[in-house]
């Protein structure tokens, strides 16, 4: 069974704090995502990897960071977390086709709050 | 960056009622996706739809692709509790880097018993 699993469920963190959201998935899928979630505006793409320490920047990716050193892992860093970075967090993967959109699969999510 | 637009935002109907959700966009696609969100959960792939005019069934969700592949819509017949959840839709499409999807803000859909 397709497995895309996030390290958190919930967490707290301080203004200020560095903060690591990690995602790890078993399909051997190139591409990989973050998204973030907020009611209204749906999914907003953070950053996205499509190779081993390849990145490129979505739509929003003012205040976070990406590392991608395996394939199976990516993982989000807030560098220095604000309180307007509290939202749901969504990572994702997909096998690289062709040009025809390919189903995303979705992690659980992580619900940060920063205080 | 291409938009999606959903609507409506927010539905609230009884066990046995249609409904019908609209995803629309100014950007052509080349697919368009349907995924659906439960409290707590990531989304769900639904559907994927490639063909402009194309519909598909999933027992008792429609779903169809607009001719210019720029609009999509869902069709529920005599919804459950069960179809209770986040509606997203999401386009395919491809940028310097691969493929990609561009999602819609949701329709969130509560069925009562």
């Known amino acids: 069974d397709v497995k895309v699993t996030q390290s958190s469920r919930y967490l707290v963190k301080r203004t200020g704090e560095k903060v690591f959201l990690e995602c790890v998935q078993d399909?051997?899928?190139?591409?990989m995502f973050w998204y973030r979630q907020d009611p209204g505006l749906g999914l907003r793409l953070i950053y996205f990897?499509?190779?081993?320490?390849?990145?490129e920047k979505g739509d929003i990716p003012e205040g976070y960071s990406v590392s991608r050193e395996k394939k199976e892992r990516f993982s989000l860093i807030l560098e220095s977390a604000s309180t307007n970075q509290t939202s749901m967090y969504l990572c994702?993967?997909?096998?690289?086709?062709?040009?025809?959109?390919?189903?995303?699969?979705f992690g659980q999510g992580t619900r940060l709050t920063v205080v | 960056t291409q938009l999606l637009e959903q609507s409506p935002q927010f539905l609230s109907i009884q066990e046995g009622e249609n409904l019908t959700v609209y995803c629309n966009s100014s950007?052509?696609?080349?697919?368009l996706q349907w995924y659906r969100q439960e409290p707590g959960e990531g989304p769900v792939l639904l559907v994927t739809?490639?063909?402009?005019?194309e519909v598909k069934k999933l027992k008792r969700l429609t779903f169809q692709f607009g001719d210019a592949r720029k609009d999509s819509s869902l069709h529920i017949t005599a919804a459950q509790p069960g179809d209770t959840g986040l509606y997203l839709c999401?386009?395919?499409?491809?940028?310097?880097?691969?493929?990609?999807?561009?999602f819609g803000g949701g329709t969130r859909l509560m069925v009562k018993p």
């Open positions: 994702a993967s997909s096998l690289y086709t062709g040009a025809f959109g390919t189903e995303a699969f």
């Open positions: 399909m051997d899928h190139e591409n």
């Open positions: 990897s499509y190779d081993v320490k390849m990145k």
């Open positions: 950007s052509v696609f080349s697919s």
């Open positions: 739809v490639v063909t402009g005019g």
């Open positions: 999401a386009g395919g499409g491809w940028n310097n880097a691969g493929n990609m999807l561009t």
